[in-house]
């Protein structure tokens, strides 16, 4: 074994020593402070050494990087596939082929086992992709709330603000008119977003359509009880109204890119079982609002597309519901 001392100014320095003198496997065998007899100032004493067999030994070279060929390739791919599609495993052939082609769709694995338990249970497992994405689409409630009705109708537009609540009230309004001539009433009650009812009043001036404002409850009460001339009357709330009425049927407003946390917390903030879908002519995931209206067994009635009124405004209908999984997935 071969010892050292060494005295340095401080103990970055003595270490830098050190190695120059005993190598990087040197061991510090003590350390005190001292004043240098020639210089007068702090410095420290380093007593080292290191095993004379350890160091005449060859270096070993650090470990290389794992470095993938054919086979390590294929078993990480094997691994990703794990992590991406975990029940995957557990399914036999058939099974297998209908789960990746839902979950590279973009549902849930929560959705799509009850989906494959069913058509296992009812000896379906012949049925073909189209064929499967077909069942799942039909199992989606829509409504044409478009058509004229024949009692009077009162709609609530409900949801988060700034998803085009009232942008959609008003393509319902017109279509309402124009199609059907209904005579309608447009009712402002945004009563927490300054301005919100005058906006609206502007833009009903410029449709010809009547419009009233509602500054509480009680006010929103009276007109509906009194303006019963009217086929349909359309109320447009703010984010924040928690107001309700038996002859209310809110229409929840959402937009088609949010996540399924975010549809779960609106539909339970806002009571409805109509849902009108909103932001189609941006980037989105249709799969979480599909699973939300069949999950929750709601009705979707129509989607918007656009800011034009009222031509950006469409029925929701199979055909159409398919060609945005499709296109989205």
């Known amino acids: ?64 990087r794992f470095k993938t060929d054919e086979t390590n390739n294929e078993n990480f791919n094997k691994l990703i596939e794990s992590i991406n599609f975990p029940f995957l495993e557990y399914l036999d052939k058939n099974l297998s082929e209908k789960y990746l082609y839902l979950k590279k769709l ?17 000896g379906s497992l012949d049925i073909t992709k189209d064929e499967l994405l077909n069942s799942i689409i039909t199992r989606i409630k829509v409504e044409n709330l478009f058509q004229k009705r024949i009692s009077r109708k009162i709609y609530g537009f409900v949801g988060p603000s700034g998803v085009g609540k009232t942008s959609t009230l008003l393509k319902f309004a017109v279509i309402h008119k124009l199609m059907n001539s209904s005579n309608v009433l447009v009712i402002g009650a945004n009563n927490h977003n300054f301005g919100a009812n005058d906006l609206l009043a502007a833009y009903c001036k410029i449709l010809n359509l009547d419009f009233e404002k509602a500054g509480s409850e009680e006010e929103l009460n009276r007109l509906i009880e009194s303006q019963k001339a009217y086929d349909i009357i359309l109320v447009d709330f703010d984010s924040k109204s928690k107001y309700s009425h038996s002859l209310i049927e809110n229409i929840l407003i959402l ?42 067994n709601l009705t979707l009635c129509f989607y918007a597309n656009g800011s034009d009124i009222p031509d950006d405004i469409e029925l929701a209908d199979a055909s159409g519901i398919k060609k945005m999984i499709l296109n989205n997935g």
């Not at 060494?6 to 061991?27: F, Q, T």
């Not at 002519?281 to 599909?290: H, S």
């Open 1 to 64: 074994m071969r010892i050292k001392k060494i005295i340095a100014g401080n103990m970055s320095e003595g270490k830098v020593l050190l190695k120059k003198e005993l190598g990087d496997e040197a061991v510090i065998l003590s350390t005190r402070n001292i004043k240098n007899n020639e210089t007068g100032k702090d410095s420290i004493e380093i007593v080292a050494a290191i095993d004379e067999k350890v160091k005449d030994q060859p270096s070993i070279e650090p470990k290389k």
């Open 106 to 122: 973009g549902f849930d694995e929560t959705f799509i086992g009850p989906i494959l338990k069913s058509i296992s249970s009812k």
């Open 255 to 296: 937009p088609v890119n949010s996540t399924s946390n975010h549809l779960n917390e609106q539909l339970n903030r806002y009571s409805s079982s109509y849902i009108g879908l909103t932001g189609l002519d941006e980037n989105y995931a249709i799969q979480p609002i599909i699973e939300l209206l069949i999950n929750k």
